[in-house]
């Protein structure tokens, strides 16, 4: 990371957000700095607090959220000269005003400043609309009175939540000290049915770090105030590139989208239990330890979960890089060149397949084939469906430029 910003020649061109924060809060600024690390030549993020201590319906706590002070803080975030400026706090949620007091307080934070301006709560309701999201389960750390009128809210804005789970918490200091395993319960306990996704209706409740992991438990997205906030701002200031391991919202693409089909497909047509992509994609800040798209059969575990291994060590990725050719492994555990013992003991992989994408002589990705249980022979139509989804894979990725479409890549 430090390399890339050296490379940038001042921290100039750095796009920079700036958010306003309830006083208290404790988990949001080191949550956003983890998230945004991957980011760190691109964007940098700035602060700026409003007193808030407590989280009630007396009127003492809803008069902390006043837009005369909000526009006190954005005035501060403004001399920093800061391209967007968000109130990261979900306000506007549970203290019964309604978005119609965010979308106001847009309005005069930009009339003040001449800076673009959104707010979280604004930020979720864009995110429900944009999966087409209509039920939802709520999961929050407040008591009972902000916790329905966040319900209601929402309710006013078209979005049903059709079941909840609440902490009870309203010291705000308390909040962002929950500990984990208490929060992976109350995402359970939030959860449905009906409910089309689950979302985190808090900007200090610790939820983000939890998010792949409960995502695939839960099998269904998971909207964490947080990250929805960021998502926003990186919006606003134009940077589109996807972040690994802060849910599918923040790792959201349309080069992996496509990838994901295109992994879907490649599954289908092998009978494969799990088909992943690994990229070295620096103009993306994306790196080959980390799975960004994946298919997986049901009741498979995700690699995307798991960044442990050092991908460029292992034996089969070199052999990739020695012949840029497609390796065909019937028996993994007695194979001429040995996957990661990890693969096989934890993940159960008996039998894969792997084609490397190879872009100005560099294997620049690669495509994972993994079938589970049992050694098998991979047929020819299964290595050329292979082959196809490689090349179809690279023109994605030529078609997104995220590499030089220009240059000769073959696989």
């Not at 979900?90 to 847009?106: H, I, P, V, Y």
């Not at 039920?135 to 009972?144: F, K, M, N, S």
């Amino acid at each position: 990371m430090k390399k890339r910003l050296l490379a940038r020649g001042s921290l100039a061109p750095l796009k920079k957000i700036g958010f306003i924060t309830p006083s208290s809060n404790a988990a949001l600024e080191p949550l956003t700095y983890m998230m945004v690390d991957s980011l760190s030549d691109l964007v940098s993020v700035h602060f700026s607090r409003l007193p808030v201590r407590t989280l009630t319906l007396d009127e003492r706590d809803v008069g902390q959220f006043q837009i005369d002070k909000m526009l006190e803080a954005a005035a501060e975030l403004k001399d920093a000269e800061v391209d967007a400026i968000l109130w990261n706090g979900t306000s506007g949620g549970w203290t019964g005003r309604g978005m119609d007091t965010d979308r106001e307080l847009c309005r005069r934070i930009t009339e003040a400043t001449g800076v673009p301006a959104s707010t979280s709560s604004l930020a979720q309701a864009e995110v429900f609309a944009l999966y087409g999201i209509s039920r939802y389960g709520l999961a929050v750390p407040y008591v009972e009175g902000p916790t329905r009128k966040m319900l209601q809210t929402y309710a006013d804005e078209g979005y049903e939540g059709v079941s909840h789970a609440a902490m009870g918490e309203y010291v705000n200091t308390k909040v962002g000290a929950t500990p984990f395993e208490q929060i992976r319960a109350l995402l359970r306990a939030a959860d449905s049915p009906q409910a089309q996704c689950l979302m985190v209706g808090c900007t200090n409740w610790p939820a983000a770090p939890l998010l792949d992991e409960m995502e695939a438990k839960l099998g269904k997205p998971i909207f964490d105030s947080i990250a929805v906030t960021l998502w926003k701002a990186l919006q606003m200031v134009g940077v589109d590139h996807p972040i690994h391991g802060w849910g599918a919202l923040l790792r959201r693409h349309p080069a992996i989208a496509a990838l994901d089909g295109l992994l879907a497909d490649l599954r289908e047509a092998t009978t494969a239990h799990r088909t992943t992509i690994r990229m070295d994609i620096p103009c993306m800040n994306i790196d080959a330890d980390d799975v960004y798209a994946e298919s997986v059969a049901p009741g498979v575990p995700p690699l995307k979960l798991d960044s442990s291994l050092n991908q460029r060590s292992l034996g089969t990725v070199q052999w990739l890089e020695r012949h840029q050719d497609v390796l065909v492994q019937d028996d993994c555990v007695n194979a001429e060149i040995p996957p990661p013992q990890a693969l096989m003991n934890v993940y159960g992989v008996k039998a894969q397949m792997l084609a490397p994408l190879v872009w100005r002589k560099q294997v620049v990705a690669w495509i994972s084939v993994h079938h589970i249980g049992a050694a098998r022979k991979w047929a020819s139509e299964e290595i050329q469906a292979l082959r196809k989804t490689a090349l179809a894979a690279r023109q994605v990725l030529e078609g997104a430029g995220w590499v030089d479409a220009s240059a000769s890549m073959e696989s």
